[in-house]
């Protein structure tokens, strides 16, 4: 007798993806037939063995500087140290190397072309292994004693040394055909405007790690709206299944509420039983989207954005000792520049004030007083109406367009910076008056205060400075708030140097 369809509670019929015919010994195959897993394999014996060999040779080389140069009349020696006696250590310091390295996925195919996961991997690891075998040493008593000095340069050396091979295997994987054999093909159930942001961003990526193959329409009423030309349309609801398996498909994305719950449990059941990854994207995130965590509140998920990198006590503290030396070595490397262009400024017009003082927007949303070389005429707002500075402004001084062109106006702000007013690198602060208009008009503008503002920041040196698109650059702005960390902040400014594009 044939066995009738099962229904949900709901009445939703589940048979056309729960009791599909199982499939046969040749497709069963975990899908291996859509993946190219002997490049894959290939690829990870690669990384491993030139990660291992790095490692191995790194330590060798620490314990030559170390004991075979003049290095070794520094610190206390209790005897002479001999290769055979430090193999021991070189071997235990190279497992737990190797050890660490594939515990932040180092040799994961999904990882190979995302080189910031990498190389924060690569640093992590380093920095952990240093601390662990220094602890490992002294409670194990081993014999002979491991040296400091030889932990710090095996941990520099293997750190250097990794860095650089994953960079060149990246800049080689990157290339197809191995990057078509390492992306991630997504299959999209129902289409927003949510996956429209991710298709751009998937694209805009430097190593482009995801590539969307299609488009399942839900059910009978189709897209929410409809995907772009380049994202082909694969069918209907009703043969999800055999969509999934024709189509090779890694990830399935599908939209929150685009499916009843019941049919969005059976899809997940159905890309678990075909060795798919089952995403759901959320329809009422559309903001700091990385941050979004799931958290236990008495036994019941739920869903929520949790603490931004800089909510961290840890990173906060760092941050701020980075601004005060900064802000230090800043007001005493520039201080004769500011000498001269004040001296400039108190020329051109005489008897108005040198350093212009405007209230600005904070962290929080607490206003201060920023501060800066006056680069316009005393008139410049006498009608009251605040706005940004444009090309070749009538309304600035003569040494003014100079000041501007090289930031020199904004050299006092390092005081700011000083007082705790301001970061070296955050979003830049805007004035009040404007404020009040941007927060009704671009969603989520706010978020940008959950930190100090910058001198510089990440949208200023990708060019949207001055009179420029404020809605690109809240977007960067928020990228810099998701994504912030220590290296992140040295490459803005380092950029900013680069570009003389920091501030505005």
Known sequence: MKTPPRTAPGGYVLSH??????????????????????????????????DTALVILALMLAYLVRFETSMQNFGVMDAVIDFRSYFGHVLLGSLLFVFLLANFRMHDPRNFLA????????????????????????????????????????CGLAMTALLSWRWLFYCVVRREPFAAALRQKALFVGWNEECERAVRRFKDGRSHQISVIGAVRPGDDGFETEPPAEVPQLGGYNGFRQTLRSSGADIVMVVDGCVPR?????????????FVD?????????????????????????????????HHAFNNA?????????????????????????????????????????????????????????????????????????????????????????????????????????????PRPERPELIEDFKEEIPHYNVRHNIKPGVTGWAQVNGLRGDTCLRERVKFDLDYIENWNFLFDFQIMLMTLYKRGGAC
């Open 278 to 310: 089952f995403k759901l994207i959320p329809n009422c995130f559309q903001i700091l989207v990385s941050n979004l965590q799931l958290e236990s509140l008495h036994g019941m998920p739920v869903l929520g954005i949790g603490k931004m990198p800089l």
């Open 318 to 426: 760092l941050k701020r000792f980075v601004d005060i030396v900064g802000a230090i070595f800043g007001l005493i490397l520039f201080a004769p520049v500011m000498a001269v262009f004040g001296i400039l400024v108190w020329l051109e017009s005489p008897g108005a004030s040198v350093i212009y003082r405007q209230r600005r927007i904070g962290l929080n949303g607490r206003p201060f007083e920023i501060l800066k070389i006056r680069s316009m005429k005393p008139d410049a707002e006498f009608d009251g109406s605040p706005g940004w500075t444009v090309k070749d402004d009538p309304r600035r001084l003569k040494v003014g367009a100079f000041m501007r062109q090289w930031n020199v106006d904004e050299l006092p702000q390092f005081w700011n910076v000083l007082m705790g007013d301001m970061s070296l690198v955050g």
């Open 115 to 154: 080189i910031r996961r990498t190389i924060r991997g690569i640093v992590k690891a380093s920095l952990i292994w240093l601390t662990a075998f220094l602890t490992l040493a002294l409670v194990l008593k081993i014999e002979p004693a491991i040296s400091r000095i030889y932990c710090v340069l095996a």
């Open 262 to 274: 019941d049919e969005m449990l059976a899809l997940a059941e159905t890309c678990g039983r075909e």
């Open 17 to 50: 993806i729960r009791d599909e015919a199982a499939p046969d010994a040749e497709s069963y195959s975990l899908r291996h037939r859509h993946r190219p897993w002997v490049v894959h394999q290939k690829l990870v014996a690669l990384s491993f063995l030139g």
